[in-house]
């Protein structure tokens, strides 16, 4: 259902002079009021990050974005359960004509969409001059970034000057929930996060105009992401692709260690207004076989994502692989990041048959620098990186990236 923005609350606040107060409270109290200002932020809230380090606000934020690069889908909803796991066997079958059989061409689609979304500035600089434009994966939501005080990536850019916009991509969360298979598909999905760009370039929220916007995926999210640097060489001044690799050979594997359900049946008190056209993960067990590496994370880590789970629709699994790739126009520096034993883009093992953080820039970035390129792969953690012990290290080594390309604030 779409938000209306009729008489929602717009505009700016500025924050108020106060007497400091000591210790937490003095903290959190100065992190509120140096929230960034609610302009282009539709049913603003205030909070602070998980670790403090930055202040925030949240609400709704209408896009506006078409592609005629969507798929016109011969798929219907199914009825039942058994049909969503038989589709999705078929699919994924040996000599498999699922995917050539429902695509019949391309659709235009266009539209206004509320989307739900957190900008977040370090405590001591609510006016920084970068930005990290934050696209979740499958299976999450914009909290994926900033879920728990030493998991948090927000906390990390952050304390190394950036400011972070994380959203719901559509469908997923707060943001709109419309057609799953018509209209909630990739190339929908990239001008989304295209339109979001040019946005903090301009100052559309919270009156800020960022001079530099480096674009921070996760799985799908870095799929986006890349497919951005792909369509508009010039939108992002960096890409870190994190939960991502060139070889999509084990994406069968994951989808199917996912065990994909009815979300509105898998849990009924959060999707049961959904049609079944959104789907989830089954189980806890199928979380920690697609996105964790034991032991290396804490078990209510994974209990969180369980209890969190995001949705995925038909159009996406089925669109996916008509956007990104190789980006011969792009130039910028360029970082893939990921946990060493993540499964979906490395079939659990990311140093074989060689480094698949690596070998991405040969293969989609062939005018990248050598100098230009980072990659990184994350000690005993799975596709989920943020949810695991390694997690800190490796939002260091992306932070420390920028700085050394001269992106960094500081």
């Not at 969360?173 to 999905?189: C, M, W």
């Not at 040969?362 to 990659?375: L, Q, T, W």
């Not at 799975?382 to 990236?401: C, D, M, P, R, V």
């Amino acid at each position: 259902m779409r938000v209306s923005t009729i008489g929602l609350l717009t505009g700016s606040i500025a924050a108020p002079a106060v007497t400091a107060l000591p210790g937490p409270l003095g903290d959190a109290v100065h992190g509120l009021l140096a929230s960034p200002q609610v302009s282009g932020f539709n049913i603003p809230t205030f909070s602070m990050s998980k670790g403090g380090h930055a202040s925030c606000v949240s609400g709704y934020v209408p896009v506006t974005a078409s592609t005629k690069d969507n798929l016109d889908l011969d798929i219907s909803l199914p009825k039942n359960q058994s049909q969503v796991t038989e589709f999705f066997v078929a699919s994924y079958s040996a000599g498999s004509t699922v995917a050539k059989d429902i695509n019949k061409g391309k659709a235009t689609v266009a539209g206004t969409w509320n989307i739900y979304a957190t900008l977040c500035t370090p405590k001591e600089n609510s006016k920084p001059d970068g930005v990290q434009l934050l696209t979740h994966g499958v299976g999450f939501d914009n909290t994926y970034w900033d879920f728990a005080e030493g998991y948090s990536y927000i906390d990390v850019a952050a304390q190394y000057g950036y400011a972070t916009f994380s959203y719901d991509r559509l469908g997923v969360g707060k943001s709109d929930k419309p057609d799953p298979i018509k209209t909630i598909q990739a190339p929908l999905e990239v001008e989304i996060a295209h339109t979001l760009t040019t946005s903090l370039r301009e100052g559309h929220f919270s009156d800020l105009k960022f001079q530099k916007v480096i674009g921070v995926g996760h799985s799908f999210g870095s799929i986006i992401s890349n497919a951005i640097t792909k369509q508009y060489p010039s939108a992002l001044d960096a890409a870190i692709l994190t939960g991502y690799s060139a070889d999509l050979s084990s994406q069968p594997l994951f989808l199917q260690a996912l065990n994909l359900a009815l979300a509105n049946q898998n849990q009924p008190l959060r999707f049961g207004l959904l049609n079944n056209g959104f789907l989830v993960s089954d189980t806890v067990i199928s979380n920690q076989i697609g996105f964790f590496k034991a032991p290396g994370f804490p078990p209510a880590n994974l209990k969180w994502a369980e209890v969190t789970k995001g949705t995925v629709t038909f159009g996406e699994l089925n669109s996916i692989a008509a956007v990104g790739g190789v980006s011969p126009n792009y130039t910028n520096p360029v970082a893939v990041v990921n946990g060493i034993n993540d499964l979906p883009f490395c079939g659990g093992n990311c140093t074989y048959p060689q480094d698949q953080a690596k070998a991405v820039q040969p293969k989609y970035y062939p005018n990248v620098a050598e100098r230009d390129f980072g990659s990184y792969l994350a000690p005993v953690a799975g596709h989920g990186l943020n949810f695991h012990y390694s997690a800190t290290a490796a939002f260091e080594y992306i932070q420390k990236f920028l700085v050394e390309h001269k992106l960094g604030m500081q």
